[in-house]
């Protein structure tokens, strides 16, 4: 085949292939199912650096353990100090009720004294990065309690310090809960088979090739390909999606999932340390090692703050004495200030990444949230990313499946990637494919071979037996042209018969992506691609942006990228190696990782693990979300802070009931901080009965979609085809309306509407859509009444044209139909459909052709 469409990685065809030489025909005389290599450069790779700086494989089991216990041991102040200061305040009182008060005063000095030490780390800590913290405040509140005698309100200051610190671990745990589970699963060990046996090994002694038994219940230790013939597995730890997912034999499996089904045998592809759960190990860690700067809001204004304090205390020590500015100085303590904003942002990371994106650390959700411009690539962005068959052209009366079977047998057999996309079209229809003989492939013109009795021919027009430029020729050309396809013309017998037409389509949920970040502050949309000029702007019109810029180098991205970073925040989204300058440069980068874009997932600071573009909108929403609620607790925290220094600066309120009220303060911070861990307003999340429905129609949308597109393909060839032949394949076209499509859109009036219309509220909220299904029922009736009212006499020139008409509109409604089904409803469902692997309808066609 030839074509000038590669994919970066592959080079295309770089042989001829012969009866003897044929690849297939060698794996089939092995016997047995062929299992293929996946090569490890094809595993989802999270680095955000490079191989060198990562830790060794067994440290992954450590990490988590440390991630684990961080909230006691991160600090000098955590349950230990928290217990003493408690203990300390108890024990006081105790001695002052027994009469024994200065033995009590005592307690409490001491008490005071671990309250000063902690503070005195915090200051120390501050002042090594450069920076003077709100800490002073604390400082100077537990002194002044000490120097005039407020024993008991030091106590108390120390003990709201101490459990300021532990709830601040405690909440901080409650939002890493999904980050934590992914670092809690991590495997220890693995099962190999060697020596004829099975035995455990250490997770940093697998090595790729190694064949790996993952019991029902276990954890896939590292990335490999399936040599079951299928198995089952929970891939939410790293997804979100709450369902098993179906994989089968030579689908590529990812470490960190579960198997969820019988035990199953897996070919290690990576190492454990470059494999995608230690990718996500490895980002966790860096997440967990960045911050905000929202959450330094306290330390930035450190100086103001401290100011009015003092002053606040000063005018109160004028006024009403030491006791007032000690009161004033204890409800400054600035816990709020220090505990708001940090579990806020964990509590969005968190969330973030139970949706499947990962997010580079608190600052990246911060950006994220600010950014205003959004620059994206095209190819593999908002495209699939790979050539899909849309159209079979035909050149004369051979039928559409017809060439599509002949070409498909021959294609089997080609490494080039249209090839692929043959293969899978024809997989997809069910086609019976034959095994080829006496095959030949010359890089740059096509492949030709025997099948089933027929010389077929695949590649460019003069290779396929097209002379000059005959009018159906110069159509599909022209149409292919402006749609940006391409096309591979297909021969029989030396015969032209048709043209195959290719093209990289847009995915489902790329205009909804773009409307939801519109909605959450992206205000200018940019396409920056390396595509031609009539593609770009085609794809930019359907898709909503505000600017195409084609036909762009990466340097030539580098320079828009730079350009928007100066007059706005600017995300970039990407996924391919040309795309990681441009990622890293940008304010926010955005890879797309569940296709193993290595480059550019190290370069990006927000990593989407699934193959979901339209959760990149969720997580705007989320960042959006969490900032606010960030700012307001730290708004909320310093307010009510400033309130009660001016009641206790006019002697209403004394040091120790301006302790209790400050921790009062703590409690109600954090806890309206942990809103952003909260599913956010108008946000949609199906139960699992309603996402097991949404995905059963979903599948059944692809079914469908074939059976559309033979609708329109009839409707093409009618002028072609003999007229009592044109009339057995709308006869055809019939049965397939009245016996798979109709049901299924009753099926959608009866089930899905209904529990759908729940979660939409209003009145009717389905009524757009039902008179959909109206209107389908109608012309399929009126398609069924025009067959019958042609007479004995055959197919006349205006039968056809009334049959041609009726079926492009019938073609043109279920399109329409099936795509706002699409983008409004079956989009709810968290797992989406699983495309079966070439590889593998390859080796089922092969085999079902020897039968």
Not at 298 to 317: E, K, N, Q
Not at 482 to 506: E, K, S
Request: one cysteine or more.
């Amino acid at each position: 085949m030839s074509t000038n469409l590669q994919e970066p990685n592959n080079p295309g065809p770089i042989r001829g292939l012969s009866g003897a030489s044929n690849p297939l025909s060698q794996r089939l005389a092995l016997g047995g199912p062929h299992v293929p290599e996946c090569d490890s450069s094809d595993a989802t790779d999270l680095r955000p650096y490079p191989k060198a700086l990562t830790w060794r494989t067994i440290g992954i089991v450590d990490k988590s353990a440390w991630f684990g216990s961080r909230w006691l041991a991160s600090r000098p102040g955590t349950l230990l100090p928290l217990c003493i200061t408690i203990s300390g305040l108890v024990a006081g009182g105790l001695l002052h009720w027994a009469g024994l008060g200065a033995g009590g005063n005592l307690v409490w000095i001491a008490t005071t004294g671990v309250g000063i030490v902690l503070s005195l780390f915090s200051i120390v800590e501050s002042l090594l990065r450069g920076r003077l913290g709100v800490d002073v405040i604390a400082l100077l509140a537990l002194v002044g309690a000490v120097a005039v005698g407020e024993y008991l309100a030091g106590a108390v200051i120390s003990v709201m310090l101490t459990s300021g610190r532990a709830l601040e671990g405690w909440a901080a745990g409650q939002a890493r809960r999904e980050l934590q589970a992914l670092l809690d699963r991590a495997p220890k060990s693995a099962h190999r088979y060697q020596d004829g046996g099975l035995s455990i090994v250490a997770l940093d002694q697998v090595a790729p090739g190694d064949l790996l038994l993952v019991a029902s219940g276990e954890v896939v230790p590292v990335d490999g390909s399936l040599v079951s013939a299928s198995a089952v597995l929970d891939e939410s730890a790293l997804t979100g999606e709450p369902l098993p997912v179906e994989r089968s034999l030579g689908e590529r499996v990812r470490s960190g999932v579960v198997n969820a089904g019988s035990p199953l045998d897996l070919r290690a592809t990576t190492s454990a340390t470059d494999s995608t759960y230690a990718g996500v190990v490895r980002l966790v860690a860096e997440a967990e090692r960045s911050q905000a700067p929202v959450v330094r809001l306290a330390d930035r204004y450190a100086l103001g703050f401290l100011g009015v304090t003092l002053v606040s205390a000063g005018i109160a020590w004028a006024v009403g004495g030491a006791s007032r500015a000690v009161a004033v100085l204890v409800v400054a303590t600035p816990c709020p200030l220090i505990l708001a904003a940090p579990v806020a942002l964990v509590s969005g990371l968190s969330r973030a990444a139970k949706r499947g994106v990962i997010v580079k650390g608190g600052a990246v959700l911060e950006h994220l949230a600010t950014c205003t411009t959004l620059l994206i690539d095209k190819t593999g962005t908002m495209t699939v990313g790979h050539p899909v068959l849309t159209e079979i052209v035909c050149a004369g009366s051979t039928p559409a499946d017809r060439i599509l079977q002949l070409a498909a047998s021959l294609d089997q057999v080609s490494p080039h990637v249209l090839a692929s996309a043959v293969v899978q079209s024809a997989f997809e229809k069910k086609c019976p494919l034959s095994l080829p003989e006496g095959v030949e492939e010359i890089p740059g013109q096509g492949i030709r071979g025997t099948v089933a009795g027929h010389r077929v021919a695949v590649g460019k027009a003069s290779w396929s037996g097209v002379t000059g430029a005959p009018t159906w020729a110069r159509s599909a050309r022209r149409k292919a042209h402006l749609d940006g396809a391409l096309t591979v013309f297909v021969g029989i017998d030396g015969v032209p018969a048709g043209v195959l037409v290719f093209d990289d389509p847009l995915r489902p949920d790329a205009a909804r992506t773009l409307r939801s970040l519109r909605k959450n502050g992206i205000a200018r949309i940019v396409m920056v691609t390396g595509d031609r000029t009539e593609v770009a702007e085609t794809v930019g019109a359907v898709i909503g942006v505000d600017e195409v810029l084609a036909e762009r180098s990466p340097a030539e991205k580098l320079d828009v990228v730079n350009l928007e970073t100066r007059r706005a925040p600017t995300m970039m989204v990407g996924d391919g190696i040309n795309d990681a300058p441009a990622l890293a440069l940008a304010d926010v980068g955005v890879a797309l990782g569940a296709r193993g874009a290595t480059a550019a997932s190290e370069a990006a600071d927000v990593v989407l693990t699934v193959d979901r573009l339209d959760r990149l909108g969720e997580a705007a929403a989320i960042a959006r979300c969490t900032r606010q609620i960030a700012i307001e607790s730290i708004v909320a925290g310093m307010a009510l802070s400033l309130a009660a220094m001016v009641v206790a600066a006019v002697g209403l309120l004394p040091a120790v009931w301006g302790a209790i009220l400050q921790e009062v303060i703590d409690v109600a911070v954090i806890l309206n901080a942990l809103r952003a861990l909260r599913q956010g307003k108008g946000e949609i999340r199906l139960d699992e009965t309603d996402s097991l429905l949404t995905q059963r129609f979903q599948d059944e949308h692809v079914a469908i979609r074939r059976g559309i597109s033979r609708i329109h393909e009839v409707a093409d060839a009618l002028g072609s085809l003999d007229p009592n032949a044109a009339l057995e394949e709308v006869r055809g076209v019939y049965r397939m309306l009245t016996e798979e499509i109709q049901p299924h859109e009753e099926a959608e009036e009866q089930e899905l509407y209904p529990a759908l219309g729940r979660f939409f509220g209003g009145r009717d909220p389905m009524a757009t859509m039902s008179r959909g299904h109206i209107e389908i029922t109608h012309q399929i009736r009126r398609l069924g009444q025009l067959i019958d009212d042609i007479g004995p006499n055959g197919v006349d020139e205006v039968d056809l044209a009334e049959l041609r008409s009726l079926l492009y509109g019938l073609h043109a409604i279920l399109k329409l139909h099936t795509a706002q089904e699409d983008e409004n409803y079956l989009s709810l469902a968290d797992n989406p459909r699983q495309e079966r692997p070439v590889a593998e309808a390859r080796r089922e066609s092969a085999t079902s052709s020897l039968r």
